[in-house]
């Protein structure tokens, strides 16, 4: 077995979740079907996806879809900035017992699992006066095997969602203290803050990063 080197992970790993979060919130904001992004679209995967939306647990990425539904067509999810990592080198659930051109695969990166982090806000309509808020995303990417055979289907995802945690954020201009509620948040402009907090004000776990261009 021949895993990929620390460059190859690196660089694999960037340019699947530039890939990745392009696609999914251009699908999330002309609400397009979600599905394709899931692992519950193959049928390799035994176990559904963990998807937590605000702290509520979904069942089915239909569920998530129904909630970006009843926001209306006016909501749009605009990115800020992303990170990613490897989690797992070698990812194995679900894989096949022969992978087509499988020790390629493995020391391209092909076969890795990766972690990636959303800074993000939403916009509840259109105008400057449209409440906005900021959200962080965490996503864990694993393997599509059906698209690695020797034919893939066309437009097949290389990477799909094993797992999906949203958290809308309130900013606080005294940190922990002063918490804004979901309704001062949506109807304010926040210029300076000095912390950041979930929605049940609990700290977020932010690192700040440059703009990423043209995601």
């Known amino acids: 077995m021949?895993?990929?080197?620390?460059?190859?992970?690196?660089?694999?790993?960037?340019?699947?979740?530039?890939?990745f979060v392009t696609h999914f919130y251009q699908a999330v904001n002309k609400q397009s079907a979600l599905l394709p992004f899931y692992i519950n679209s193959s049928s390799r995967y035994p176990i559904p996806a963990d998807?937590?939306?605000?702290?509520?647990?979904?069942s089915a990425p239909d569920d998530y879809t129904k909630l970006l539904e009843a926001q209306g067509q006016g909501a749009v999810y605009e990115l800020e900035s992303f990170d990613a990592h490897v989690v797992n080198p070698s990812f194995g659930m679900g894989a096949p017992e022969n992978v087509y051109d499988g020790t390629k695969v493995?020391?391209?990166?092909?076969?890795?699992?990766?972690?990636?982090?959303?800074?993000?806000?939403?916009?509840?309509?259109?105008?400057r006066e449209a409440p906005q808020k900021m959200f962080h995303e965490t996503f864990v990417l694993v393997p599509n095997w059906e698209a690695m055979?020797?034919?893939?289907?066309?437009?097949?995802?290389?990477?799909?969602?094993?797992?999906?945690?949203?958290?809308?954020?309130?900013?606080?201009?005294?940190?922990?203290?002063?918490?804004m509620s979901k309704t001062q948040a949506a109807g304010q402009k926040v210029i300076k803050t000095k912390g950041v907090l979930n929605?049940?004000?609990t700290k977020a776990n932010v690192s700040r990063k440059p703009k990423v261009k043209g995601a």
């Not at 021949?2 to 890939?19: F, G, I, K």
């Open 149 to 179: 055979v020797k034919n893939p289907p066309k437009g097949v995802k290389k990477w799909l969602i094993m797992s999906q945690n949203f958290r809308a954020l309130i900013f606080s201009t005294t940190g922990t203290a002063g918490v």
């Open 51 to 58: 998807i937590s939306i605000n702290g509520a647990v979904l």
């Open 199 to 201: 929605e049940d004000s």
């Open 2 to 19: 021949t895993l990929p080197d620390e460059d190859t992970q690196v660089r694999v790993a960037s340019e699947a979740a530039e890939v």
């Open 106 to 127: 493995e020391k391209n990166g092909s076969r890795m699992s990766i972690l990636v982090n959303v800074m993000g806000k939403v916009q509840y309509g259109k105008g």
